[in-house]
Every structure is written in structure tokens, then in C-alpha cells.
């Protein structure tokens, strides 16, 4: 009996993120692998890092908000040299997809190349962006159980990103919207964006969505205290 309801519970999982992967557009970016160039990081948590507590695999559709991870995107974001808004943004960008540690498992295992955590890594990004940090010796495999080393991860992402960027550009673009826009996009994209170019329609989406949700990263930092 016990066999049938994981049995259940695993297809199910599959069903849910199949909806949500066959639906996303720019807002963080569907498994695809087409929609950005996925280029991410990720960490390694101490013992003193504030608990987080997971959903159920039972319960897709839990708690999503990223305001729950506040402290260790302030943290996190500190170590890494980073605006804790934009790490709190982004999250929220990313929010859109289940981000249950079976469920992204058993995603993974129909689509090799799926992202993983709360902030929607792909392996080959995670590999590169962990050389030389104090999370090297952590795997990729980590990111769905470990949302405090998605955020360590995706902080030093975005500082490597800003480390690419062109010491003035002639567009509109703050230079934290360029790093999202590197971030959804990658690298390469983010300097053609700054040089000028216009972003694509889902590059354009996510742009929107993190500017919708930088008032919302700004009270959730506000309000962990």
C-alpha cells in the first residue's frame, strides 16, 4: 500500500512540474534549456545557518514565498558582495516553479538538463560558479534539499556577473537589471543588452517580472527584521 501512494505521489510530482515547465516562459526560464543561457552558482551552509523548513511532497502547492529565506539571502548576499534585493527578487522570479525537493528529483530524472533549488540552477553553471568558493566540495545534487545553497549560489553567480559588465553602458538599465537579465539570459546576453540590444520577448518578460517584484524583495527583506 505504502508502495502505491509513492508510487502516487511521484507521478503526480511529474504531472504538476510538466504543467508548469510546458507553461513558463521568461519568468525564470522553462527546462528547455532554450529560453536563457543558464549560467548559476551555489554554497554551502554552516550549522548556524536559520533553519528551513520544506514543504511536504504531499503538498505542491506549499509555501512558495521567497520572504521566508530572507536571512539567508541577507547573509548570503553580504558574503558575496551582491544587493540583497536582487537575490530576493530573483527568487522571486523563480518562484513560479515547485521548488519541493522530490518533485524537482523526479523531474529531473525525465529531463537531465532541469534546473534545481529555489533559484532554478543548472548543473553546468552551478560546476562553474562553485571553483574556488567556499562551497567547491558541495554537489549540484544538494541544491533541492539545501535552499540556503541555491542562495549562496545564485549570490555569487550574480557577483560574477557583475564582475562582466562594462564599466558604463549607454541604455537604461540599472546595473542590477543587467545582472538579472544576465542571470535569466546569461553572460554573452548580457553584454549585447548593454551594448544596446534589445532584449527578446522572454528576456523582456523576465525584466518585467523582477521589476514587479523589487517592491515585494524590499518589504520581505524589511520585514525578516
Known sequence: ???????????????????????????????????????????????????????????PGGDQDPARYAPQVKRYAKEAGVSAQLVMAILYNEAYKPHDPEFEKSWQKMKPDS?????????????????????????????????????????????????????????????EELMALGYNAGAGNMAAFARGVKPGPQAGSYLANLRGNWPK???ALRGSG
Open 1 to 59: 500500500m505504502r508502495k502505491h501512494r509513492r508510487l502516487r505521489s511521484s507521478l503526480a510530482a511529474v504531472a504538476v512540474l510538466a504543467a508548469v515547465a510546458g507553461g513558463a516562459t521568461a519568468c525564470g526560464g522553462g527546462d528547455d534549456g532554450k529560453s536563457r543561457d543558464r549560467t548559476a552558482a551555489s554554497g554551502r551552509p554552516s550549522p548556524a545557518d536559520t533553519p528551513i523548513d520544506q514543504k511536504s511532497p504531499e503538498k
Open 115 to 175: 534546473a534545481f533549488g529555489v533559484a532554478n540552477m543548472h548543473r553546468a553553471a552551478y560546476d562553474e560558479t562553485k571553483q574556488g568558493r567556499p562551497f567547491a566540495d558541495r554537489s549540484w545534487f544538494d541544491l533541492p534539499d539545501d535552499p540556503a545553497l541555491a542562495i549562496r549560489a545564485e549570490s555569487w553567480h550574480l557577483r560574477d556577473l557583475a564582475a562582466q559588465l562594462p564599466g558604463s553602458w549607454p541604455g537604461s538599465y540599472t546595473k
Open 217 to 219: 524583495a524590499a518589504a
